[in-house]
């Protein structure tokens, strides 16, 4: 295949801006990338797929998802985060069986492929979702995912006892040793497109020695880890009081830090902390939709990257974000700590693009595969349709990405190579009857969970 006419927005070292380029694609690999009339005179024979007046970005890669919240969006709106999860979430979860895992993941698959997520970091599965059904989902899509199995043997949040659903709470033997048969089926499936990780849960969820198992195994497997970490102030309260560590340094003294290693959230840091983790070379996954929704504060990301940390995005769950469109996430990411700073130089478009590719690929591991487009990575990529009123004109179209355009923008999508979506529509699956079920077995879980979520306004 043969990519002409378009703004390349490649991500590579320089990061180069081509206009009326041209990608060269052979099976899964770009072959070649440079101005549409040379790559047009070195391959006279490919199928040239036409993106005049289209943009050309990386694949998306949204570090930190819940896919089976996609099917609870809204479940929880405008409430405190305790609540939230003791009331609403975990309620619902807890009656969540196999098949409405994998009809979950499907819905948040194609929500992602369609807003051109190519690639997303999924934080941490229960064993009763499905991980097998789950990873099928990811098969069947054609989406590059991480998949991390959750890891726990004690039932709290913090300091709540006894806040966990019986449904979700899981031993050492069901999570962890399952996790490690997960690994051993589905690492390196679907043409390497299936990653599997340690998911564990928030301190509080999970014992020390727990912690330090977990942490050596992936050490010796080489598995990825990914836990939330310092998301409300509760979290460095629990850990000051319980062990008198900062979350960071808890962390540390636990093995969980490290270029493996994946922190979610970071609002309640100090310097030190963040010191600790450029030394220690551990990426953090910025949600700012989540904790601005659900008032967890904000992450020093400023300070991060000043320090030298890898920081990339995430767009979090159903319940607290009820999107997974990293677009959308991206302008957030850019507007937010403008206003904190009162500094409207502070994370500048192009940091909070990066955010999204190529940080997002090193957090991950996969910089040499995925994240930006480059000869010889992985043909990860989203063609974006800007000819719209809210994008027009586009002087910058790294700020017109950024700041004007959403998911909806997105027309191709390419994962390893193959075409996911085309003129807007998946290709992997049938989109009318993915929101069928979701809408079906969405019913089904809050029957059993007892719930009913009304507007707060009168119905007529």
Not at 19 to 30: F, K, L, N, P, V
Not at 101 to 120: D, H, N, Q, W
Not at 180 to 200: C, E, T, Y
Not at 345 to 371: D, Y
């Amino acid at each position: 295949m043969l990519i002409t006419h378009a703004t390349i927005l490649t991500m590579n070292a320089s990061r180069e801006i081509i206009t009326d380029g041209a990608i060269a694609i052979q099976q899964d690999r770009i072959i070649a990338i440079d101005k549409t009339p040379v790559l047009q005179e070195r391959y006279p024979d490919e199928e040239q797929l036409d993106a005049s007046d289209k943009l050309v970005i990386p694949g998306l890669i949204d570090t930190h998802v819940h896919l089976a919240q996609a099917m609870i969006r809204g479940c929880a709106d405008d409430m405190e985060l305790l609540q939230w999860l003791c009331e609403r979430v975990w309620v619902l979860q807890g009656n969540y069986s196999q098949e409405d895992g994998y009809v979950s993941a499907r819905l948040c698959i194609a929500e992602m492929l369609k807003s051109g997520t190519t690639t997303f970091l999924e934080s941490m599965l229960a064993h009763r979702y499905g991980f097998d059904g789950i990873a099928r989902a990811v098969q069947e899509s054609g989406i590059r995912a991480c998949l991390a199995g959750i890891v726990m043997d004690i039932g709290t949040y913090a300091t709540q006892d006894n806040s966990m659903h019986p449904g979700m709470r899981e031993s050492r033997e069901t999570s962890l040793l399952g996790v490690l048969d997960m690994h051993s089926k589905w690492q390196g499936a679907a043409n390497g497109r299936i990653h599997v990780w340690f998911g564990p849960r928030t301190p509080g969820g999970v014992t020390s020695d727990l912690y330090r198992e977990m942490s050596e195994l992936a050490r010796q497997k080489n598995m990825g880890i990914t836990m939330h970490l310092a998301e409300v102030e509760a979290d460095k309260i629990y850990l000051q009081e319980k062990f008198g560590l900062s979350p960071v340094l808890y962390a540390e003294s636990v093995g969980l830090l490290g270029p493996r290693s994946v922190l979610v959230h970071m609002v309640w840091l100090n310097d030190a902390d963040i010191a600790r983790l450029a030394e220690t070379g551990t990426h953090v996954s910025h949600n700012p939709s989540s904790n601005s929704k659900l008032a967890s504060g904000v992450c020093k990301v400023p300070q991060l990257l000043e320090q030298g940390v890898n920081v990339a995005l995430g767009c979090d769950g159903g319940p607290s974000n009820n999107d997974y469109d990293m677009i959308r996430e991206m302008k957030l990411a850019a507007v937010i700590h403008k206003a904190v700073s009162i500094n409207p130089l502070t994370i500048p478009a192009e940091t909070v693009l990066e955010m999204a590719t190529i940080n997002g690929a090193r957090a991950l591991g996969l910089e040499h595969e995925i994240g930006s487009l480059e000869t010889g990575k992985k043909a990860d990529l989203a063609i974006l349709d800007l000819h719209r009123l809210h994008t027009t004109p586009s002087p910058n179209p790294v700020s017109t990405l950024v700041y004007a355009a959403t998911g909806g923008e997105v027309d191709t999508v390419l994962v390893d190579g193959k075409i996911v979506v085309q003129g807007g529509h998946l290709m992997t699956m049938d989109e009318h009857e993915v929101i069928a079920q979701a809408n079906k077995h969405a019913y089904q879980v809050y029957q059993r969970a007892g719930i009913d979520i009304k507007p707060k306004w009168p119905i007529r």
